[in-house]
T-cell receptor, first 115, second 113 residues
Framework: GAGVSQSPSNKVTEKGKDVELRCDPI?????LYWYRQSLGQGLEFLIY????????KSGLPSDRFSAERTGGSVSTLTIQRTQQEDSAVYLC?????????????FGPGTRLTVT | GENVEQHPSTLSVQEGDSAVIKCTYS??????FPWYKQELGKRPQLIID?????GEKKDQRIAVTLNKTAKHFSLHITETQPEDSAVYFC????????????FGTGTRLLVSP
């Protein structure tokens, strides 16, 4: 079946502009995560959606970052007034929560470059 | 909350050698421990996982061991091949009102022919 998809695959923007990154999770997966991966670094958790519950926003680095998930499916990560330090690969993952343990499936990521 | 530490950060081996990557975790309630492989420019992909009711799991050349008492788990790759070169991430599940995975910082494995 179709995996997690993200768009765009690459985004170059000027400092100060807003950007929107999109994630389409696997159908039926109720959990959705956003991570940020800077060059050569690990996976930095940003935000987590689970079903209709309020999201866990504890990983968002500043109030310039926000995310929403419409209809329990597609999610959009928005970065306002982008800064050069926002340059990174933004990865989305989804999971079918079953019991207490589950696999996260990652999308291909969006490479964001802020000039 | 859960904290996962991973060592080493880089590992270089000759083709055919074995490679071992170790992780420790802090939350005794964690019961799911996956390993992800990320090739250059690609997405992380699950290669093996283990749950707390078993101590070891094997899949061809890769195996994972878990010591719940000591709160550590390890990835073992035998007969390494150049295509094993990648960054490997361990993770442990954490429940703080929500289920999520906490990732280690990654190990860059380089297998030289």
């Amino acid at each position: 079946g179709a995996g997690v998809s993200q768009s765009p695959s690459n985004k170059v923007t000027e400092k100060g502009k807003d950007v929107e990154l999109r994630c389409d999770p696997i159908s039926g997966h109720t959990a959705l995560y956003w991570y940020r991966q800077s060059l050569g670094q690990g996976l930095e958790f940003l935000i987590y959606f689970q079903g209709n519950s309020a999201p866990d926003k504890s990983g968002l680095p500043s109030d310039r970052f926000s995310a929403e998930r419409t209809g329990g499916s597609v999610s959009t990560l928005t970065i306002q007034r982008t800064q050069q330090e926002d340059s990174a690969v933004y990865l989305c993952a989804s999971a079918r929560v079953a019991g207490q343990a589950y696999e996260q499936y990652f999308g291909p990521g969006t490479r964001l470059t802020v000039t | 909350g859960e904290n996962v530490e991973q060592h080493p950060s880089t590992l270089s081996v000759q083709e055919g050698d074995s490679a071992v990557i170790k992780c420790t975790y802090s939350d005794s309630a964690s019961n799911y421990f996956p390993w992800y492989k990320q090739e250059l420019g690609k997405r992380p992909q699950l290669i093996i996982d283990i749950r707390s009711n078993v101590g070891e799991k094997k899949d061809q050349r890769i195996a994972v061991t878990l010591n719940k008492t000591a709160k550590h788990f390890s990835l073992h790759i035998t007969e390494t091949q150049p295509e094993d070169s990648a960054v490997y991430f361990c993770a442990a599940n954490s429940y703080t009102g929500f289920q999520k995975l906490v990732f280690g910082t990654g190990t860059r494995l380089l297998v030289s022919p």
